[in-house]
């Protein structure tokens, strides 16, 4: 069953620096996302938290409870130095930043995070899908997702699976679009 999906950003700002900011995987401990996302939030970082609702049983009652889209990560968008990469460093829960050290942070194109973000603001149910790298790639002509470029998996009349990856984490999306809006990219 799909889901509708939510999304936790912090709007403030984003650090302007000599290089710009760009977005940043941060890898936590299990079920820490939330707790990152809150502590960073806290100290004026830019954030994005995708999450997708999901059914849960507690005490006999059904109900949606918010999970991560990409269990165990979070993005950072921010002009990194090493003041910043050490304050990141301190979060509680935190792993580690994605990359080598701190002047070579693995840095994810900001098209793919721009896809996930507007999956999440059309407000279509998008399930986690296993990352692809061959496949069609297609582009989305008209509606809410045009301009959205993905990889078109599957198709039935006039609907069609449009994943969407995230490459640094090797991790996809999957979201249900209307065949007939696509176009080869």
């Known amino acids: 069953m799909k889901e509708p999906l939510t999304c936790l950003t912090d709007d403030r700002p984003a650090s302007a620096g000599p290089a710009g900011p760009h977005w940043y995987a941060l890898w936590t401990h299990s ?54 990469y050490v304050e990141v ?21 900001d098209r793919e995070i721009e896809a996930v973000q507007k999956v999440l603001a059309a407000g279509r149910p998008a399930l986690p899908h296993p990352y692809l790298r061959e496949g069609q790639r297609v582009r989305i002509t008209r509606g809410a997702l045009a301009g959205l470029e993905g990889i078109l998996v599957e198709v039935r009349p006039n609907k069609g699976l449009l994943v969407l990856s995230v490459g640094l984490l090797q991790r996809s999306v999957a979201v249900e679009v209307d065949c007939t809006l696509v176009v080869a990219a």
């Open 31 to 84: 079920h820490c996302e939330q707790l990152v996302h809150d502590q960073l939030a806290a100290k004026g970082f830019h954030l994005f938290l995708p999450k997708m609702d999901v059914w849960s049983r507690r005490g006999g009652i059904r109900h949606q409870i918010p999970v991560p889209l990409f269990p165990g990560y979070l993005f950072l968008r921010h002009a990194m130095d090493k003041t910043s």
């Open 89 to 109: 460093r301190k979060a509680r829960g935190l792993v580690r930043l994605l990359g080598e050290r701190w002047d070579r942070l693995a840095v994810i194109p």
